[in-house]
């Protein structure tokens, strides 16, 4: 039946999350953002609120179910903190989810268990490519197989906390033109990890370039298997991660701009005051609550295990417009001030412009 | 918990309504937009007999549970509702306006009606020939500020009646309530002029009550199988108990508005509603389009990453992705009604981007279509004129979004005008 209210728990996560974006992220984000570097404390404190090992069954060590629907909720909560501290504090997420969704026995047995311990995993994953062809269900990296083991040759780009990973699970196309995912160890031969990437937005989030010249992997580190993955399903739920992620963002700028139109007078009165300031501050609500409205439906679909890739296309087409034009629209309602960076209604413009292209940088 | 599930009963009713859609509504699309003032008697005749028993039913049951509490869980009414207008209106919006049924006048009795007000002006729905009720609210001086009510209902002591003068203009369904069957129209009127919003008080007026007339029927851009006109009251007398709730005129600030706000709270439902239906004309325009352009080859394929993507291609998924929003917008506001929870904001939200989205949406099926998106031997135009009234009627784009505005930033009418 048809709801849209969250359960008990979902409430719960989300409290608390929330507590933690707005008491520790929003304390230190502007300047992780201007110096390109998260405090170690807050990161070690959002490892602690436990997001990833209560996705995780028991039977691997987590305490949990894994959800696409509560992921989204918890992803909205977290991104309205900060993006870019978000997706440092789930980074290890990349690996774990898709083992959790498609890995075989012996992965989710090597890989999972390390999520419920204090530390966190050094794991990431490498999915898009540094090209305007980049397309992820026909990439340029590839993966062929020989003599029981997979080669791998190809560029990547936008893999966060590449430099310090253990492990970065690399998607690449098999001879078949499938996306399939293998699991390489940092020092793998013919593995080169670039200097760190200079973007617009994410600026607090280290990303990396990769290079793969040779790269060889047993083929049992193949996610999945030998019957592989089904790639549809995975990057589906990273669309969701983002797009939820893109909805906190909005969320974010949408409430700064309120409470400053309330607050700023001109001619007399708040600029709130006026329908044309007032107007743009309610299309933008009802956006960012029919995206959010979106996303839960494609997550819907992804928990039920039905087919979701139409819905995922539309919904991604809606959020990230949706997230540019809320972003850019409470930097138009703070004027000349917008654009100034002691406000921080630049940076989420900033980080929202990514979204369009940012594909599997978290997933859930 | 968060779900998108459609209850099985809902489902299985909607399957009806697309054949309803298809089979009655579709074929006599075009007549009933050529020949605006005759009545879609193919669609009134299959509805009928099925909404009648419906109502039969439901009025034995309410007659038998007498006024024991309404079971658990949630309420299927308004969920039902909402999905049905959307199939019906993607079949034909304007026909789907001449629904025989109590309509939003219905609603208004169902509200603050009495239990022997229910008795006397809802039974005829159970039984007999096709009625239909209607809400007359819009004056020509009075749109969507509704305070600005002119219509007067003076009380005679001697005779113990109400008298109303005044004009009443946008009346949906107005005639064949009150001249084609025998059905009512709840108006609103003042009982006292000075009262602001405390003194406007719901009526209702009978079919072929002495001093009441149909000035007019409005000639318009689209839904012209809907029957608009405009209705003037000369001295129409109407029995005391033909007033809605209480005819104090309370100036105890908090309550004084009580009356108004018993009209504004049945907005809570209908604009739900007519965001079903802009979106349901806006399903229309896009299926069809989307047949339309397969048939030329030209078919969305959602892999393709986005920089391979057609300016049609990018078209379609924009017109989709706008569609979903727009239409899981008013699935939330229906949602929370069946929940019991409040929607006024989320109804508002709803309307708002509905009416917009769906005129949007249709104006693209024509500029995809090229000429034949301009002719009218296709419906596409006819959908495009359709759907523009979505964004005006119960409450323009702007008013929905001034009350959304107002809600979100806590403002009341004095500090957001």
Known sequence: MIDF???????????????????????????????????????????????????????????????????????????????????????????????????????????????????????????????????????KTTAALRDGHYVLNGVKSMVPLADEAETILVYAQESDGRTQGFLLPRHTPGLTVGEREKLMGLRALPTFGLTLTDCRVPAANKLGGDAGIDFEVILNHSRVALAAAA???????????????????????????????????????????????????????????????QNATVMKQYVDEMVLRVTDGAVQVLGGHGYIREHPVELWLRNARGFATLDGLAIV | MISFEIPERITNELQLAKMVAEQVMRPKSRYYDEYEHERPWEYINVMWPVLRDQNKRRFERQASNGSRPQREGP???????????????????????????????????????????????????????????????????????????????????????????????FCTSGSLALEESDGFVVVWATVDRHAGRAGMKPFVVEAKTPGVSIAKKEEKLGIRASDTVAIVFNDARLPYDHILGSPEVQQVDAASTKGFKGAMRTFDASRPVVAASAMGIARAALDFTRERLAEEGIKVDYTKPRFTWTAVERDLIEMEARHKAGWLLTLRAAGLMAHGKENRLEASMCKARAGETATWITQKAVELLGPLGYSRELLVEKWMRDAKINDIYEGTKQINLLIVARSILGYTRHELK
């Open chain 1, 5 to 139: 209210e969250l359960d008990e728990e979902q409430k719960m996560l989300s409290e608390a999350i929330g507590r933690f974006a707005a008491e520790r992220v929003r304390r230190v984000y502007r300047e992780a953002d201007e110096e390109g570097q998260i405090p170690a404390d807050v990161l070690r404190s959002g490892w602690e609120l436990g997001l990833l090992p209560s996705s995780i069954p028991e039977e691997y060590g987590g305490f949990g179910a894994h959800s696409a629907v509560t992921g989204a909720i918890a992803l909205e909560s977290f991104a309205w903190g900060d993006l870019a501290i978000t997706l440092d504090i789930l980074a290890p997420g990349l690996v774990a989810i898709p083992i959790l969704l498609a890995g075989t026995e012996a992965q989710k047995a090597t890989y999972l268990p390390p999520f419920s311990q204090e530390e966190k995993p050094r794991l990431t994953a490498a999915l898009t490519e540094p090209s305007i062809h980049y397309d992820p269900r026909h990439l």
């Open chain 1, 247 to 309: 909805v906190g963002v909005a969320r974010a700028s949408h409430e700064y701009a309120m409470r400053y139109a309330k607050e700023r007078i001109a001619f007399g009165e708040p600029i709130a005051h006026r329908q044309s300031i007032a107007f743009m501050l309610a299309e933008m609500a009802i956006d960012i609550d029919a995206a959010r409205l979106l996303v839960w439906e494609t997550a819907w679909l992804l928990d039920q295990g039905r087919p979701a890739t």
């Open chain 2, 75 to 169: 309420d299927y009414t308004i969920l039902r509702l909402v999905m049905l207008v959307e199939q019906l209106s993607w079949g034909d919006a304007g026909q789907y306006l001449c629904t025989p049924d109590a309509a939003l006048g219905g609603a208004a009795i169902e509200a603050v009606g009495t239990t022997d007000q229910k008795n006397r002006f809802l039974k005829r729905f159970g039984e007999g020939e096709p009625k239909w009720g209607a809400m007359a609210m819009t004056e020509p001086g009075a749109g969507s500020d509704t305070s600005a009510i002119r219509t007067v209902a003076t009380l005679d002591e001697k005779t113990n009646e109400w008298v109303l003068n005044g004009e009443k203009i």
